[in-house]
């Protein structure tokens, strides 16, 4: 499988719950931390879940 790279661009504080859930299961804690995950539908529907808070590392 393909893998992505994903970074925490933004604070969680002031986020839903559901959205601060999704970001630790993505492996996301702090700011600027990045996570390396497998391209799969499930990830890809996470990330666009909290997409204002997250970007893609090329």
């Known amino acids: 499988m393909a893998t992505i790279k994903v970074k925490q661009i933004k604070s969680r504080i002031g986020a839903p719950v559901d959205q601060k859930r999704t970001l630790l299961s993505l492996g996301l ?6 996570v390396e995950v ?8 996470m990330i666009r879940k909290v997409h204002h808070l997250v970007e893609v590392v090329k």
Do not use: A, M, W
Not at 29 to 34: A, T
């Open 29 to 34: 804690r702090k700011i600027s931390q990045v």
């Open 38 to 45: 497998e391209d799969t539908p499930s990830i890809q529907g």
